[in-house]
Structure formats: structure tokens, C-alpha cells
């Protein structure tokens, strides 16, 4: 077992571009979050799934945001028409129903 | 969900023992007590989790009194590799519904040589 992986670990892209991050999480883990750390700051809650479902969203989770995890396995966060507020570390977490939860390396988004 | 009060910063010396204290007022019957550390560019990773008295595992202590309104992370003989932001977080740790992290701003712990 290898741990969260995520995918790019850096992205630069131009404010109006779409951007997509992935998450592969430890096996047999049903458990995935997403969060989002500014720099000086603790991550915060953006999003929780369940095996496939969604289960909870943030009111930080914007309609520009959307996370999906179509087998219940790896996951996906898309963010349309970035902005440059959108600059900031993604990171991906996964857990047993124990919820002890394990974090991956993140994605550094930079928006131009 | 019950919000924690940490030091912003802590500096010790290499060998030290370092003890950090959490402040969670408003913890519920429920909640454990987590900390996390936290180098930069990585994710947080998990240190140790308790509920009540003492836990202790092959990277620290963690000292809860019994009212349970704060915790202390023990960090024995630190060494300048444990530089690190340290967070502690209070929530429910039971299967059955989604327990979303609430980290606050953390302590950013310097171990000077």
C-alpha cells in the first residue's frame, strides 16, 4: 500500500481555463475527502463521498466545483473557469469507516 | 463542531521534549481528540488520536485530563526534522456518518540546533 496519490502534484493554468485533479486512495478505503489549504491556514472541508455517492458538500464547494468518483475508487475535482481566488493546495484524503484519515501529497493550483 | 485553541508558534532545541496544549472548551461527549503534523508542500499526516488519560505511541504522547477541555501532545527528543506545523482537531471518531475535519490554524513548532 503506497498511500493517497494525487495527480498533478503542481498545476499553472490562466484564470477562465478548466482544471482537473485526481485522487487514487488507499485500497479498500470507502472513504474520500477533498480540502483546500490557503497558505498560512489549516485545510478546510470541501467535499465527502462515500464509495460512489457524495455524501456531504461544503458551502465552500461552489457551482464552479464539481468532484465525482464514478467507481468508488479514484476521484476526480474539476474546477470550471478558474479564478484566482481558485490558487490554492487541493488535497485529497481517504479513511476506513474507522475515520482515521490519511492525507495524500495535494495539487498546487496557481492561477495566472 | 468544537473549536480548538492552539500557540501559533513554539521554538525548542534539538533533544528537547516539547509539549503542546490544545484548548477545546466546547468538546462533545463524543469527539476524540486528533493531531496531526503537517511539513510544507505535504498533506497532513497523522500523529495520534485519543480519547481520555493517556495514549502513547512510537511518535509521541497524548495527555488528556479527565474534563477533557484541552489535550497535550508530547514530542519526546525532538530533532530538527520535526519542524513542522502541528494541528489539533476535535470531532466524533464513529462509523456511520461523515466526519469532515475542522483544522484551525495550527502551531508551527521550530527545533533550533
Known amino acids: 500500500d503506497t498511500g493517497v496519490s494525487q495527480n498533478p502534484r503542481h498545476k499553472i493554468t490562466k484564470r477562465g481555463q478548466n482544471v482537473t485533479f485526481r485522487c487514487d486512495p488507499i485500497?479498500?478505503?470507502?472513504?474520500l475527502y477533498w480540502y483546500r489549504q490557503t497558505l498560512g491556514q489549516g485545510p478546510e472541508f470541501l467535499t465527502y463521498?462515500?464509495?460512489?455517492?457524495?455524501?456531504?458538500k461544503s458551502r465552500l464547494l461552489s457551482d464552479r466545483f464539481s468532484a465525482e468518483r464514478p467507481k468508488g475508487s479514484f476521484s476526480t475535482l474539476e474546477i470550471q473557469r478558474t479564478e484566482q481566488g481558485d490558487s490554492a493546495m487541493y488535497l485529497c484524503?481517504?479513511?476506513?469507516?474507522?475515520?482515521?484519515?490519511?492525507f495524500g501529497p495535494g495539487t498546487r493550483l496557481t492561477v495566472l | 463542531l468544537a473549536k480548538t485553541t492552539q500557540p501559533i508558534s513554539m521554538d525548542s532545541y534539538e533533544g528537547q521534549e516539547v509539549n503542546i496544549t490544545c484548548s477545546h472548551n466546547?468538546?462533545?461527549?463524543?469527539?476524540?481528540i486528533t493531531w496531526y503534523q503537517q511539513f510544507p508542500s505535504q498533506g497532513p499526516r497523522f500523529i495520534i488520536q485519543?480519547?481520555?488519560t493517556k495514549v502513547t505511541n512510537e511518535v509521541a504522547s497524548l495527555f488528556i485530563p479527565a474534563d477533557r477541555k484541552s489535550s497535550t501532545l508530547s514530542l519526546p527528543r525532538v530533532s530538527l526534522s520535526d519542524t513542522a506545523v502541528y494541528y489539533c482537531?476535535?470531532?466524533?471518531?464513529?462509523?456511520?456518518?461523515?466526519?469532515?475535519?475542522?483544522f484551525g490554524s495550527g502551531t508551527q513548532l521550530t527545533v533550533l540546533p
Open positions: 485519543g480519547y481520555k
Open positions: 484524503a481517504s479513511s476506513k469507516s474507522t475515520d482515521t484519515q490519511y
Open positions: 485500497s479498500e478505503h470507502n472513504r
Open positions: 482537531l476535535v470531532g466524533a471518531s464513529s462509523s456511520g456518518s461523515a466526519r469532515q475535519l475542522t
Open positions: 466546547n468538546i462533545a461527549t463524543n469527539d476524540y
Open positions: 463521498f462515500q464509495n460512489e455517492a457524495q455524501l456531504e
